[in-house]
């Protein structure tokens, strides 16, 4: 009878190589507005599967942040914090167990000033000369809060700078001369956000009011008697 026996196969060597990969990098603005929110996404392609791991986002050498690559091989880190200026943005795949490291192409990303509006109010449009009358700036923009001075100008007189807080600036005055004033408040601007001026207001200054009496030293007179009249002038400022 036939009889079979057991045998074994040479070893066969097989060798896994790790994945290479490359990095993209795209930003949902560009150029962005300072202050407003800025997205950055790397998307981590490779060679064998789906890449996972950390996306580390840099300004040349300065690390902005994070992300962690999802199901699709994307990553993002969003921030509202860079400041007017240029920036050179890469995304730097640091790899897994499976897939080599990327860098992605440098991106030459630009962040511009904010635009600004400034709407000036006052507490009413006349006053009596000397009385205090108070003009209130309330500065606003399409980033974010923002902040340095308003100047309050008489035409083309200043009349005082105050402190942008929590985007308005208030400023009373009681020295307003009798007449008509064309009141502006200028917004400087700061880092991020650009300068502007408001419409004019109107403010008109009013005089003191003055009532004068006549007083006679006597009712009635004879014909050979000195009649005294007295005047007294007086003013409406209280």
């Known amino acids: 009878l036939a009889k079979d026996f057991t045998s074994t196969s ?38 064998g599967g789906t890449a996972a791991g950390t996306v580390n986002f840099y300004n040349g050498t300065a690390l902005l942040g994070a992300g962690t690559l999802n199901g699709t091989g994307a990553a993002a880190f969003s921030t509202s914090t860079l400041p007017a200026g240029s920036y050179s943005i890469t995304a730097v795949y640091m790899g897994d167990a499976n897939d080599t490291g990327s860098t992605s192409a440098a991106l030459a990303l630009t962040v511009i000033q904010a635009t600004t509006s400034v709407k000036l109010v006052t507490s009413g449009p006349t006053v009596q000369v000397t009385k205090p009358v108070t003009f209130t700036a309330t500065v ?99």
């Open 140 to 238: 606003s923009g399409n980033g974010g809060v923002p902040t340095g001075n308003v100047t309050f100008m008489d035409g083309a007189n200043t009349l005082g700078s105050v402190a942008v807080n929590a985007g308005a600036a208030t400023y009373s005055t009681s020295s307003l001369t009798v007449g008509t004033h064309n009141i502006t408040a200028v917004y400087g601007g700061d880092t991020n956000d650009a300068g502007s001026t408001s419409a004019g207001v109107t403010e008109t200054v009013t005089a003191y009011g003055t009532e004068t009496s006549l007083v006679a030293s006597a009712t009635s007179l004879n014909t050979d008697q000195e009649l005294t009249l007295l005047t007294s002038t007086t003013s409406t400022s209280g």
């Open 10 to 47: 040479a070893a066969l060597s097989e060798t896994v190589n790790i994945a290479s990969s490359t990095t993209a990098l795209a930003a949902s603005a560009n150029p962005s507005v300072a202050g407003k929110p800025l997205t950055l996404t790397a998307t981590v392609t490779t060679n």
